[in-house]
Structure formats: structure tokens, C-alpha cells
């Protein structure tokens, strides 16, 4: 299988080609769906449109989907349409005839010519602008495209997978992107959640990450503790996979795991205070300071604890999953929470944050 260019970021290939299905997929249930939905069309050539956030691993999924279809014997080409600029993405999408422009001495076959009989994976379709969507589509509609400067049409049999960051229905809203070309390219339609959407993954990534890094860089770093893949599970992951991939190489190298994230934004509203003339009702006022006290009670296990959740859960006689929820909600870590929150007892004209 001929690939033009590799994944970037996300899950980092095996030197015999892909990561295994079950490093691709996991083992959560929103991957679960994805995979058997990818099963069925694997065997077809229609157009396939992947979403999902940066670093969520689209392009692997792409490459994974050529490598089991029945295009595999032709190239993978991957474009990132948003790396190369319009009036250069034109040639190098479709390619040229020798003196269509200055500097085209010789005529030279674009990406779409390469990916005949095999996959065109257009990365970021989203940044694809207006005049060159039409001239994609017109691909689409009937498979014929010509090169600049050149009248003849040409035929490419190709399979298009695109995939972008974005929502294509905001976009074709405020008229970026074309809504007859979002109907094409959108024949099968593959949302991949962010990782924090699919947590059971992470530790099943992780080790997938330590052992070919470890191999990368002859080193022998001692596999995730269960106390690291707890400190690993209660991120958000706004990098995704990327970011996973990021900090496990760091341990790698290392050898300490450091899961600090930054400070939880605060709020911008202004506090409200109280005061004695009925405006604050009373169920918020007892609301905000349980929140606080249990903000108090949930550090204190933690720490007793040395912020092993689980230990921590079970001294407090809640789920592991609700003590996560309740970290998150209150922005605790060993980093940021050194120092226990003020408790705030309501008073008459007392500010409550």
C-alpha cells in the first residue's frame, strides 16, 4: 500500500504499517458503533465524511479504512488543505501542463492523479476554498478533472474520504463552504468523539504509547501505575489523543508522570451578595456553601488519601465515578489544590463567589 504522506499526530503507526484494531478502536462503546459501522463499508466506494476535534485521530481512521478496502493495492494520498494555499492547492490537487504558468517547465500529475484506482483523503476540507469546491465536486458528480492548462478531461477512479474540525452546517451557513458539495462528500457520515468522550480508552492508549515509544527510544520506563491511570483518566484532553500521546512520551523519556493541567477558568459573572431584602432566595444561598463544603470534605479524603481516588471514594462513601465528576466540577488537583478552598458560611451582606 502507497502512502503519500503519513498520519500526523494520534496513534503513531507499527513498522509493519497500522496500529491493531483494538489500539484503533478501544473498547468504548462510541467505538464500539464506529467500528461496526466502518465494518460495512469497507466493501464500497462511496465518499466518506470523518468529524471530530483535532487530535481525535481522523486521518489514521482514513488510512485504516483504504487499508481494508478493496482500493488498498492503489496510494493513499493524503492533502491537507489547509497547509497549502489556495492558488498553489489548485496544481497540486489537479496538476499541470508544461507552460501553463511561469516556472511550469515540465507538465506534472497532481494528487488526484496519484490517488487513482486508490484513496484521496482531503484533510480539513473545510479550508478548501469556494472555486476549488466547485471544481471537487465536479470530480465527484462524474470523476473527470483536467489539469491547468490542459482541455483534455481526464478520469480518476478514486474513493474521496474528507474530514474536518468544523461543522460544515455553520460553514455553509455563512456561505463558506458549499451545501451541494457537503451532500457529496457526506454519503457516510463518521463523528469520532474527543477523548474525554471515551475514558475507558485511555489506559488500553497509554500502554499501546509507552511500549512503542519505549521501543523507539531503548528505554525501559516501568509501565502506568494504577494511581497514574487515574491521574491520566480525570483530564479533559482538550489535544485528544495528540495530547495523550504527548504526555506518555514524556514519561517515557523522564520517567515521572506529570498530569498537571492549568487552573480551571473562573467564571466572569460577577459574585452576587447577599443581603436582606428577599432578593436571594434562600435554596441558593445553602446551595453555594454545601457546594463549598463538599469541596472542602473531597480534598481533605484526597489528601489523606495521597489522591488516590479510589481510597478517597471509598473513605467518602461515594462511586469512583461520581468522586471524578465531583474533582472535575470543583477544579481539584495535587497541583492547583495545595491550598483548601475558604469556606464561605453565608452571613447577612456576606459575598459568595
Given at each position: 500500500m502507497?502512502?503519500?504522506?503519513?498520519t500526523k499526530g494520534g496513534l503513531p503507526p507499527?513498522?509493519?504499517?497500522l496500529p491493531p484494531e483494538e489500539i484503533i478502536f478501544g473498547r468504548s462503546a462510541a467505538m464500539i458503533s464506529i467500528r461496526q459501522k466502518v465494518q460495512k463499508v469497507l466493501a464500497t466506494d462511496v465518499p466518506i465524511l470523518i468529524q471530530g476535534e483535532n487530535g481525535t485521530g481522523k486521518g489514521l481512521l482514513a488510512q485504516y479504512i483504504h487499508s481494508r478496502s478493496a482500493l488498498s493495492p492503489g496510494a493513499f494520498v493524503k492533502v491537507n488543505c489547509a497547509a497549502i494555499p489556495g492558488a498553489l492547492l489548485e496544481s497540486e490537487l489537479f496538476g499541470y501542463e508544461k507552460g501553463s504558468f511561469t516556472d511550469a517547465n515540465t507538465s506534472k500529475p497532481g494528487y488526484v492523479e496519484m490517488a487513482h484506482r486508490g484513496t484521496l483523503f482531503l484533510d480539513e476540507i473545510a479550508d478548501l476554498d469556494l472555486n476549488l469546491q466547485a471544481k471537487v465536486l465536479q470530480l465527484l458528480q462524474d470523476g473527470y478533472f483536467s489539469r491547468i492548462g490542459d482541455k483534455q478531461e481526464r478520469r480518476a477512479e478514486t474513493r474521496i474520504i474528507c474530514a474536518t474540525n468544523?461543522?460544515?452546517q455553520t460553514e455553509i451557513e455563512a456561505g463558506r463552504f458549499r451545501q451541494d458539495l457537503f451532500y457529496r462528500i457526506n454519503v457516510i457520515s463518521i463523528n469520532?468523539?474527543?477523548l474525554r468522550e471515551r475514558r475507558e480508552d485511555i489506559a488500553l492508549l497509554a500502554a499501546y504509547f509507552l511500549k512503542q515509544l519505549n521501543t523507539r527510544f531503548e528505554r525501559d520506563t516501568p509501565t502506568f501505575?494504577?494511581?497514574?491511570i487515574e491521574s491520566l483518566s480525570c483530564r479533559e484532553w482538550r489535544g485528544n489523543i495528540r495530547e495523550l500521546e504527548h504526555v506518555v512520551a514524556r514519561y517515557a523519556i523522564l520517567g515521572s508522570l506529570d498530569t498537571a493541567e492549568?487552573?480551571?477558568?473562573r467564571s466572569s459573572a460577577a459574585p452576587f451578595r447577599v443581603v436582606l431584602d428577599g432578593t436571594i432566595p434562600l435554596k441558593r444561598i445553602a446551595?453555594?456553601?454545601v457546594r463549598e463544603m463538599e469541596g472542602n470534605l473531597i480534598l481533605n479524603a484526597l489528601r489523606e488519601n495521597k489522591w488516590n481516588r479510589r481510597k478517597a471514594a471509598l473513605a467518602l462513601s461515594i462511586s469512583y465515578r461520581a468522586l471524578i465528576y465531583k474533582i472535575r466540577e470543583a477544579g481539584l488537583s495535587p497541583k492547583n489544590s495545595r491550598k483548601a478552598p475558604q469556606e464561605q458560611v453565608p452571613r447577612d451582606?456576606?459575598?459568595?463567589a
Open positions: 502507497a502512502v503519500s504522506d503519513h507499527r513498522a509493519g504499517g468544523r461543522d460544515l469520532l468523539p474527543g501505575s494504577e494511581e497514574n492549568p487552573a480551571p477558568r446551595k453555594q456553601a451582606k456576606a459575598s459568595l
